[in-house]
């Protein structure tokens, strides 16, 4: 029995061994590329006037001598255009002897920003690191973010796509109540059939909404019409920007004796645009 564990033993020592004599160290070309990721997105803030981003690179392994290593910009690919809407800051990276990394910064301007997204496409170039056959590209995508109190402007809103009242040329108040324990309020006044304001809440991070459950008013059949959130899931948002409130709700109806469903309109969409 001894004799057999001691086998055993002599075998698990022989294969840590064999596995240890197995280990090899890469000593070929270093190779040049995106070491943390090939994609990245940003967003500029309204009044910032720029915002500044990181964009790391390295070599599969450190260098034996100093190297130059430049970003530059495919343009062939690339919405956003170099000098107008962003700056490289350091369009090129010394490397030292013993080192396998660096870092660009690009800056986003504000001016150049929008609320649509720009795309700027990089590559990496140096006279003396040949590049790697992987991670040869890196995409930044990035847009302009207005604050939520933009969005409020002068207060007055055009319902351009009228689904309850069926009037386009409607202009309505909005007024931005403020935000309470993480919430926002809006308050579009006099919007309910019965004079009523509609209270929306928003994320003052994302600027999603949501349609509180309220009366809209009493309808000619005795029920009394209501407004929610839409049922088939589609999220309601405004972009500070545009100053554009793009709501999807629920119209139904409600007994006003028993507070039971009377049967639903369907789901709408409501839009408000900044005048």
């Not at 795309?119 to 040949?130: E, H, R, T």
């Not at 991070?205 to 949501?210: E, P, S």
């Amino acid at each position: 029995m001894k004799k057999f564990a001691f086998l055993i033993l002599a075998s698990i020592v022989f294969l840590f061994n064999s596995c240890k004599d197995e280990t090899q160290t890469y000593d070929g070309d270093p190779y040049l590329h995106f070491n943390k990721g090939v994609r990245g997105e940003a967003v500029v803030k309204m009044g910032t006037g720029s915002t500044t981003v990181d964009i790391d690179f390295g070599t599969v392994q450190t260098l034996s001598s100093s190297a130059q290593v430049k970003l530059v910009v495919d343009k062939t690919v690339s919405t956003a255009v170099e000098g107008t809407d962003f700056q490289i800051v350091n369009p090129t990276v010394n490397v030292d002897a013993g080192k396998a990394d660096g870092k660009f910064q690009v800056k986003l301007l504000e001016a150049g920003a929008t609320v649509e997204p720009k795309v700027i496409v990089f590559k990496l170039q140096s006279s003396s690191v040949a590049n790697a056959s992987f991670d040869q590209a890196y995409t930044l995508t990035y847009t302009k973010a207005c604050p939520a109190s933009a969005f409020v402007g002068n207060g007055q809103f055009k319902n351009t796509v009228s689904s309850w009242k069926e009037d386009p040329t409607a202009v309505y108040t909005i007024q931005d109540l403020g935000v309470t324990a993480g919430v926002g309020t809006l308050k579009v006044v006099g919007f309910m059939d019965n004079g009523a304001d509609m209270i929306l809440k928003y994320n003052p991070d994302t600027y999603a909404v949501t349609t509180p459950e309220q009366s809209l008013g009493s309808n000619s059949n005795g029920g009394v019409n209501y407004i929610k959130d839409a049922a088939d899931g589609t999220k309601s948002s405004f972009n500070a920007c545009t100053r554009i409130l793009k709501l999807r709700v629920n119209f139904f109806v409600k007994n006003p004796a028993t507070g039971g469903s009377l049967g639903s309109f369907g789901d709408y969409d409501e839009v408000f645009t900044g005048q």
